[in-house]
Nanobody, 124 residues
Framework: QLQLVESGGGLVNPGESLTLSCAVS????????IGWFRQAPGKERDIVSC????????DYAESVKGRFTTSRDNDKNMVDHHKNSLKPEDDSVYFC?????????????????WGQGNQVTVSS
């Protein structure tokens, strides 16, 4: 059974940086596309980034391009999500997710395995 566990959330000031990590267990990481999503209260779950199976090639939502980067270490079964220049509108619960077949579409409906979510609060 594939399991994903996020870590690294917390409270930061606007303009600061934060890294979320996603530890994957139960299978080899390079079998899976990995997506990062976020969901604010009362809003839909939105894509933030989705990364290829084998390297750091990733697509990003327009709202985070140039500020967020996603990287993976398949040997360590870890995916990191670096956030720079955080804004109050980035305040959200962030989820990592994995999909074997169609994760490259970057749609949350295609992802079958999810972490528990991790709160990132951006506030002064």
């Amino acid at each position: 059974q594939l399991q994903l566990v996020e870590s690294g959330g917390g409270l930061v000031n606007p303009g600061e940086s934060l890294t979320l990590s996603c530890a994957v267990s139960g299978s080899q990481l390079d079998y899976y596309y990995i997506g990062w999503f976020r969901q604010a209260p009362g809003k839909e779950r939105d894509i933030v980034s989705c990364i290829s199976k084998t390297d750091d090639t990733a697509d990003y939502a327009e709202s985070v391009k140039g500020r967020f980067t996603t990287s993976r270490d398949n040997d360590k079964n870890m995916v990191d999500h670096h956030k720079n220049s955080l804004k109050p509108e980035d305040d959200s619960v962030y989820f990592c997710a994995a999909d074997f077949m169609t994760g490259y579409l970057c749609l949350y409906q295609t992802y079958g395995h999810w972490g528990q979510g991790n709160q990132v609060t951006v506030s002064s």
